[in-house]
């Protein structure tokens, strides 16, 4: 018989409520789905109470990206080798960053609430700057923001508030996550045989559109967004990412890596480097 993450916490859960008063708070769960992850193997399941919980709480999400990436300023000859339950564990926390599509400061229509969104934001960086990973922190910040809607108003992606969100922090990691985790989302498509580049150029054309309407108020989302399009035209993306147009995925030379890797075995997906 085999059990979704969700539910195996939930279980865990109420074994150890038993006897108790209380239910076991959003919290209790996600901790408990977070070290059911490694028994698992796993991390197709998707609304994990786990993802709420890391969108709301930024002490756990830098917590996590602490356990997937090392210190960006380490003595790389002094590193003594992992365990391999720090690198499994090391490993699950990458993962699971890399499949959170869930947008702090969110409500259920998806609609966002800017003042919650920029808070967390802030705590995360501020928290991961202390611990020596403001870098990986300003990338998974920008793929999460990735997965914001159209905006309702002007029917242009991304939504207003995420907008005003990369203006202010003028972060390049942040601004870079977007293209990586754009490109990444198209994931698993299909082509007529002489089809050539056609799903490209409208793709490239809705993205300038989207700029156009970024570029009055909003020049640095408008920024990312061109260059978002230069990548489906077949351009070179603009350099100032250091980003390349035939490998977007793998090729920001300072995009996050995982802390142990795991011999080739990460997914595809995710925005490893390749040399």
Same mark, same amino acid.
């Given at each position: 018989?085999?059990?979704?993450?969700?539910?195996?916490?939930?279980?865990?859960?109420?074994?150890?409520?038993?006897?108790?008063?209380?239910?076991?708070?959003?919290?209790?769960?996600?901790?408990?789905?977070?070290?059911?992850?490694?028994?698992?193997?796993?991390?197709?399941?998707?609304?994990?109470?786990?993802?709420?919980?890391?969108?709301?709480?930024?002490?756990?999400?830098?917590?996590?990206?602490?356990?997937?990436?090392?210190?960006?300023?380490?003595?790389?000859?002094?590193?003594?080798?992992?365990?391999?339950?720090?690198?499994?564990?090391?490993?699950?926390?990458?993962?699971?960053?890399?499949?959170?599509?869930?947008?702090?400061?969110?409500? /259920?229509? !998806?609609?966002?609430? *800017?003042?919650?969104? $920029? #808070? @967390?934001?802030?705590?995360?960086?501020?928290?991961? &700057?202390?611990?020596?990973?403001?870098?990986?922190?300003?990338?998974?910040?920008?793929?999460?923001?990735?997965?914001?809607?159209?905006?309702?108003?002007?029917?242009?992606?991304?939504?207003?508030?995420?907008?005003?969100?990369?203006?202010?922090?003028?972060?390049?990691?942040? /601004?870079? !996550?977007?293209?990586? *985790?754009?490109?990444? $989302? #198209? @994931?698993?498509?299909?082509?007529?045989?002489?089809? &050539?580049?056609?799903?490209?150029?409208?793709?490239?054309?809705?993205?300038?559109?989207?700029?156009?309407?970024?570029?009055?108020?909003?020049?640095?989302?408008?920024?990312?967004?061109?260059?978002?399009?230069?990548?489906?035209?077949?351009?070179?993306?603009?350099?100032?990412?250091?980003?390349?147009?035939?490998?977007?995925?793998?090729?920001?030379?300072?995009?996050?890596?995982?802390?142990?890797?795991?011999?080739?075995?990460?997914?595809?997906?995710?925005?490893?480097?390749?040399?």
């Amino acid at each position: 018989m085999k059990f979704a993450v969700s539910e195996i916490a939930l279980m865990m859960s109420n074994v150890s409520s038993m006897g108790f008063a209380h239910a076991a708070t959003r919290e209790e769960i996600a901790r408990r789905e977070y070290q059911a992850l490694p028994l698992l193997g796993t991390l197709n399941a998707r609304h994990l109470t786990l993802h709420t919980f890391m969108a709301e709480n930024p002490t756990f999400f830098v917590e996590v990206l602490c356990e997937a990436f090392l210190l960006a300023n380490r003595d790389k000859e002094q590193a003594p080798q992992p365990s391999p339950e720090a690198r499994a564990r090391a490993q699950v926390a990458y993962r699971l960053l890399a499949v959170m599509h869930t947008i702090p400061g969110a409500a /259920e229509d !998806g609609m966002l609430d *800017e003042i919650k969104l $920029m #808070r @967390w934001i802030e705590q995360v960086r501020k928290l991961a &700057g202390e611990r020596d990973r403001i870098g990986v922190a300003d990338s998974k910040i920008g793929a999460v923001l990735a997965h914001a809607l159209v905006d309702p108003e002007d029917k242009a992606w991304p939504q207003r508030a995420v907008r005003r969100v990369i203006e202010n922090l003028d972060a390049k990691d942040v /601004e870079r !996550g977007p293209m990586i *985790e754009r490109y990444n $989302m #198209r @994931w698993g498509y299909s082509k007529a045989l002489f089809e &050539g580049g056609a799903q490209e150029s409208v793709l490239a054309d809705q993205y300038r559109g989207w700029a156009a309407c970024s570029q009055p108020r909003w020049p640095k989302m408008a920024r990312v967004l061109n260059a978002i399009a230069s990548h489906w035209e077949g351009m070179p993306t603009a350099r100032i990412y250091g980003l390349n147009r035939i490998n977007l995925n793998r090729a920001a030379s300072n995009a996050p890596r995982p802390k142990f890797p795991d011999d080739g075995q990460s997914d595809s997906r995710t925005d490893t480097v390749s040399g």
